[in-house]
T-cell receptor, first 115, second 114 residues
Framework: GNSVTQMEGPVTLSEEAFLTINCTYTATGYPSLFWYVQYPGEGLQLLLKATKADDKGSNKGFEATYRKETTSFHLEKGSVQVSDSAVYFCALTETPTAAGNKLTFGGGTRVLVKP | DGGITQSPKYLFRKEGQNVTLSCEQNLNHDAMYWYRQDPGQGLRLIYYSQIVNDFQKGDIAEGYSVSREKKESFPLTVTSAQKNPTAFYLC?????????????FGPGTRLTVT
C-alpha cells in the first residue's frame, strides 16, 4: 500500500532561519504529491503540489521538488517567520483509480519559529 | 464565498450517545471525505463519497456512519460503538475520480466524549 514518512518534530527555529522538512513516500502507482499546513485549531490548507517527476511546487516562499529517483518531496523555505509556526503534512494521491482521489498523509511535523 | 463549513467547532457528548457532525460545501465538488485526527498524528480516512447517494468505507470506518443525500452535504454520525470517539474531525471535498486534484478542508470539529 501507499505510505508517507515525514521527519518527526517539533522543529524549533529562529526567525529568518532556513527550514527543511523531509518527506519520503512509497506508492504502487505514479502519485501526485502535496504539502498541507495546519495552523493551531484550524483545518488543513493546501500549501503546494506537484503532479509529475521534477515538478517544483511553490507558494508563500515554500518550495518542494518531486524527486522520483529518491521518492522524496522535501519542503524548504529560505527564511521563516513566526507566522510560519504550524504543523506541516506531506501527502500523496495516486493517479486516478476506481477508488478515487484518496489522500495518504504523513504523521505531520510541528514547526515552531521563535522571534 | 465558496468553501466548506463544519459545525459546531466544539462538541461535547456523554459516552453512549450518538452524535452527528455537519459538513457543507458550496464548491460544487462531487467528492467529499471525512478524516479523523488524533493528537500528534496524521489524518486517517473514515468514509468518502464520490457522488450523491454513494459512499465507501475508509481505513477506520468502524463505529461511524454517513449519508450523502445532497451534493452539498456529507454528515458524519459517531455512534456509541466507536470505542475512542474523542478526536478532531475534518471534512474535505474534491473533484470527482478521474481528475487529479487537491482536496479542500473545512475548519474541523473537535469532539470530546466523557
Amino acid at each position: 500500500g501507499n505510505s508517507v514518512t515525514q521527519m518527526e518534530g517539533p522543529v524549533t527555529l529562529s526567525e529568518e532561519a532556513f527550514l527543511t522538512i523531509n518527506c519520503t513516500y512509497t506508492a504502487t502507482g505514479y502519485p501526485s504529491l502535496f504539502w498541507y499546513v495546519q495552523y493551531p485549531g484550524e483545518g488543513l490548507q493546501l500549501l503546494l503540489k506537484a503532479t509529475k517527476a521534477d515538478d517544483k511546487g511553490s507558494n508563500k516562499g515554500f518550495e518542494a521538488t518531486y524527486r522520483k529517483e529518491t521518492t522524496s518531496f522535501h519542503l524548504e523555505k529560505g527564511s521563516v517567520q513566526v507566522s510560519d509556526s504550524a504543523v506541516y503534512f506531506c501527502a500523496l494521491t495516486e493517479t486516478p483509480t476506481a477508488a478515487g482521489n484518496k489522500l495518504t498523509f504523513g504523521g505531520g511535523t510541528r514547526v515552531l519559529v521563535k522571534p | 464565498d465558496g468553501g466548506i463549513t463544519q459545525s459546531p467547532k466544539y462538541l461535547f457528548r456523554k459516552e453512549g450517545q450518538n452524535v452527528t457532525l455537519s459538513c457543507e460545501q458550496n464548491l460544487n465538488h462531487d467528492a467529499m471525505y471525512w478524516y479523523r485526527q488524533d493528537p500528534g498524528q496524521g489524518l486517517r480516512l473514515i468514509y468518502y463519497s464520490q457522488i450523491v447517494n454513494d459512499f465507501q468505507k475508509g481505513d477506520i470506518a468502524e463505529g461511524y456512519s454517513v449519508s450523502r443525500e445532497k451534493k452539498e452535504s456529507f454528515p458524519l454520525t459517531v455512534t456509541s460503538a466507536q470505542k475512542n470517539p474523542t478526536a478532531f474531525y475534518l471534512c474535505a471535498s474534491g473533484r470527482r475520480t478521474g481528475v487529479i486534484n487537491e482536496q479542500y478542508f473545512g475548519p474541523g470539529t473537535r469532539l470530546t466524549v466523557t
